[in-house]
């Protein structure tokens, strides 16, 4: 399944390469002239969901993540300070610009402990006058979990590794609205219960909406497909759902938030989320985004595309 997986990853990239050279030689050859839209999104990642922001060439995003405990329900309330005396999870994460079209990743999580490595690729950007009506990149991501988790369930050291695979499609349909779906698939090599699916199925779905130039709102949901949630309702598995606030700080892209997923990162929140809104157990968190520059040049001065 792994071996599928990856040689119809490999293919789809090599299509939508081929695709988008032909698309940009054409424009190239129009007489009118193509701009490729910008700011879809201000950062690499929203709540849940990462997006088709892409990390400029020689440039470094570092971001944190931190998730706090339930605000209510059995575990939140004044005796945990409704949730600020725990963390869920905390993420640390960096992310590289190979070219302007791809990225490399690297992140480590306190949930579980996972180690996550991961390559992203633009294959489509929207373009001012819709010849590309909207932007298109591809995540591969593989996780390692290096210690035990609540169980001893690995048998073997393959057992420790998880893959995900997403496709991010985006427009910008304003200067204040953008809106993203995100199909993707998620592989366990060894899931807590016999019965849980070791593939599934998802589709994600996020919008911004800008109230001025540096702060707006985002929403961000994911669906899981699985017969075995649907099937086994006593098991309390609930789509993640985040709301949150956006503001941009110069280099910094901040970004607080309420979700239920407990966890961060995708090969964690989709398998893993627990928590119901409807019974108080969210939680408050946020995300910080800052960029370095390596290389500075007058043609490219900023760190992610022009905003």
């Given at each position: 399944m792994k071996t599928k997986l990856l040689i119809a990853l490999c293919f789809f990239c090599y299509t939508a390469k081929a695709q988008t050279d032909s698309l940009l030689a054409t424009m190239e050859n129009s007489e009118t002239k193509t701009e490729p839209?910008?700011?879809?999104?201000?950062?690499?990642?929203?709540?849940?969901?990462?997006?088709?922001a892409m990390v400029k060439k020689y440039n470094l995003d570092f971001q944190v993540g931190h998730r706090f405990g339930d605000i209510g329900g059995v575990d939140g309330g004044s005796k945990t300070f409704w949730g600020f005396d725990n963390s869920s999870d905390i993420y640390i994460g960096f992310e590289y610009g190979i070219t302007d079209r791809l990225n490399i990743g690297f992140g480590r999580s306190k949930y579980e402990q996972l180690l996550d490595l991961q390559l992203k690729y633009a294959a489509l950007r929207q373009t001012t006058d819709d010849k590309i009506p909207l932007s298109m990149s591809l995540i591969a991501k593989t996780g390692f979990t290096p210690y035990e988790v609540t169980t001893d369930v690995f048998d073997n050291y393959a057992d420790r590794f998880s893959y995900f695979v997403e496709v991010l499609l985006a427009r910008k349909f304003s200067p204040r609205f953008s809106l993203q779906l995100s199909p993707n698939v998620l592989f366990r090599n060894v899931t807590l219960s016999p019965d849980d699916e070791k593939t599934l199925f998802s589709l994600g779905g996020a919008f911004r909406y800008k109230f001025t130039k540096r702060f707006g709102v985002v929403v961000d949901y994911n669906h899981v497909f699985s017969q075995y949630r649907k099937n086994n309702p006593n098991t309390n598995y609930y789509d993640p759902l985040g709301i949150g606030i956006e503001i941009e700080t110069g280099g910094h892209?901040?970004?607080?938030?309420?979700?239920?997923?407990?966890?961060?990162?995708?090969n964690n929140f989709i398998p893993n989320s627990t928590s119901s809104w409807l019974d108080g157990e969210f939680r408050f968190g946020f995300t910080i985004s800052r960029m370095f520059t390596f290389h500075r040049t007058k043609t490219n001065p900023s760190n992610y595309e022009k905003r």
């Open positions: 839209v910008t700011a879809t999104f201000k950062s690499s990642h929203l709540i849940l969901s990462q997006t088709t892209v901040f970004t607080m938030n309420f979700v239920n997923a407990p966890a961060i990162v995708e």
